[in-house]
């Protein structure tokens, strides 16, 4: 039996966003890491800082704070965003730096918002890796919708968990609320939004049986995009094999829960060594190229580049 | 492998078990034995999104999923419904000749009512019927004639394609019925040149 499968087809530049919801489970760790990993394959990577309300992938990468970021970027009203790319040490891997100041940009005005993610679109580079932060929220949520694929990053904790669903719930209801203009639909997916809404409306999969009744034309449009919607999984902080399989049992819930197709990338294994390094304030991998760590993370480097998931057992 | 946007109550036998519609009987089974241990609520964060009665639910409607997938007859026949159901195939093969999960010695043996295999017009034809596949439908899904595949299975020499074709028809006769393609034909074509025809 095969053990891999083709689900991407290869193209010139690929966004990814590395998302999750819950803070402190390792989107920036991995967001360099992989980023680097894809470096190793002769790769130009361009990762980018979008945790508006705690950037710190510089650190990540084991680099000072870059004199310019995208809070320049957005107050200075450069022209393109290229005069805030920095250089990581690493040949072929640049940084997008994320805003310092909370205040001004953590709740991004549209405009700013726009300009970001047009810009994030015309960068030159393999791929590009965006570090969305911490958070399930709007804006966060758009940021993602930018992302030719997105990555979901979840450890074993099941408050992980929760956030990642909560998180896939909401990003099926934010994009399909922009691809309506029926105020009726609105309403019904602002009521989706809330959990214990008293339609009964727990899932993407309800919301859509509900649309059907009022707006036949959405339901189709929101068919449609949905399933285009193929993201990926990373589990995070494994300790052990049956933590690492865990990656399959989400695959197959989010088959069965949300009807779509979760393609799962690989885990990383859990390492003292990945805090330590942080708290030196080094890329992981410049210190510990030959761990198991690193030997993970090139397996998932391999996957994103190709474009390829695991079948039934882990690499 | 699901398609479309739907949950576990309405995903077809199929797509409960992850796997694509012409999955072979082993990948069947691995899908249908790791889905087993995952629909349970020994795994963590099972809950999060089904309830204890959900999960039970998933589990009986696995199983009963891999009683009918694991029997080539029961599979052919919840294939044929499927079809009825929806006017179409339920995912149209990926390529023009579909290719049917490989039948086990046991099975072929079964079939024919015979121990000793050897592949004639006769021994074609009782696999195609234990498939219950109608020789229109094949010919639809082979792209092969009616007329042809009646010529094969009666072995009937002088309405027999070139050798040429017919050995291409043999192939894809066999490899739509599960069996070996270059045995099939071999055999096949060695009977026939016995009783006349030129394989030249
Ligand atoms: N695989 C791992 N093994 C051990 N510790 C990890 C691992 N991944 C992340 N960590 C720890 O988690 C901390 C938070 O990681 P970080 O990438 O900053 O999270 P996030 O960006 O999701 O908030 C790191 O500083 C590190 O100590
Ligand atoms: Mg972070």
Redesign the interface.
């Known amino acids: 039996m095969e053990t891999e499968k083709k689900d991407t087809e290869k193209k010139e530049k690929h966004i990814w966003a590395i998302a999750g919801g819950k803070g402190g489970i390792g989107k920036s760790f991995v967001t360099a890491n992989l980023g680097i990993a894809l470096c190793e394959r002769g790769k130009k990577v361009v990762v980018v800082d979008l945790d508006l309300g705690g950037a710190n992938l510089h650190t990540l990468l084991g680099i000072t704070r870059p004199p310019l970021s995208l809070d320049d970027f957005i107050r200075k009203g450069m022209r393109s965003i290229k005069g805030i790319l920095a250089e990581t040490g690493i040949p072929n891997l640049q940084l997008i730096a994320g805003v310092q100041d909370m205040l001004t940009l953590s709740n991004p005005k549209p405009r700013d918002k726009q300009k970001i993610i047009h810009h994030i679109a015309s960068l030159n580079a393999d791929h590009i890796i965006l570090d969305l932060g911490t958070g399930i929220s709007p804006h966060i949520f758009d940021f993602f919708l930018i992302s030719d694929t997105g990555i979901f990053l979840i450890t074993p904790e099941r408050t992980s968990l929760e956030n990642a669903y909560q998180f896939m719930r909401g990003v099926f209801f934010h994009r399909w609320m922009t691809l309506t203009t029926n105020k009726k639909v609105k309403k019904l997916i602002e009521t989706a939004m809330d959990v214990n809404n008293a339609a009964g409306i727990r899932t993407p999969v309800d919301l859509l049986a509900h649309v059907e009744n009022l707006d036949k034309e959405a339901k189709k449009i929101f068919a449609d995009e949905a399933n285009g919607f193929k993201p990926r999984l990373i589990i995070n902080q494994a300790r052990n094999r049956k933590e690492a399989e865990l990656g399959f049992a989400i695959r197959s819930v989010c088959r069965k829960y949300f009807g779509i197709d979760l393609g799962f990338l690989g885990h990383i294994l859990y390492d003292y060594n990945v805090y330590s390094s942080v708290q030196r304030g080094r890329a992981f991998f410049s210190d510990y190229p030959s761990s198991d760590v690193a030997a993970c993370i090139r397996d998932i480097a391999a996957h994103v580049s190709d474009g390829r998931s695991l079948e039934w057992s882990l690499s | ?8 109550r ?2 077809n036998y199929y ?2 078990l ?1 796997v694509g519609s012409q999955a ?1 009987d ?2 069947i089974r ?2 249908y034995e ?2 087993k241990t ?1 629909y349970s609520l020994l ?4 809950t ?3 309830t204890p009665e959900e999960v039970k639910q ?1 589990q009986d409607k696995m199983e009963e999923a891999y009683r009918v997938l694991r029997d080539p007859r029961s599979q052919r026949e919840y294939d044929l419904v499927m079809q009825g159901a929806w006017g179409k195939p339920i995912a149209p093969p990926p390529h023009p000749l579909a290719i049917r999960r490989a039948l086990n010695t046991q099975q072929i043996r079964e079939a024919l009512g015979a121990d000793e295999v050897s592949w004639s017009g006769e021994s074609l034809g009782k696999i195609r019927r234990f498939l219950k596949l109608n020789i229109d439908e094949l010919a639809l899904e082979i792209k092969i004639s009616k007329h042809h595949l009646e010529a094969i299975e009666a072995e009937a020499i002088a309405a027999l394609p070139a050798p040429v074709y017919l050995k291409g028809f043999l192939r894809s006769f066999a490899k739509a019925l599960g069996l070996d393609p270059r045995r099939v034909s071999e055999e096949y074509l060695t009977r026939i040149s016995e009783k006349g025809y030129t394989r030249e």
């Not at chain 2, 492998?1 to 576990?8: A, C, G, N, Q, R």
């Open positions: 492998m699901v398609t479309e946007l739907k949950s576990w309405e995903q797509e409960l992850e072979s082993e990948e691995i899908a790791k889905l995952i795994t963590p964060g099972i999060i999104l089904f998933i």
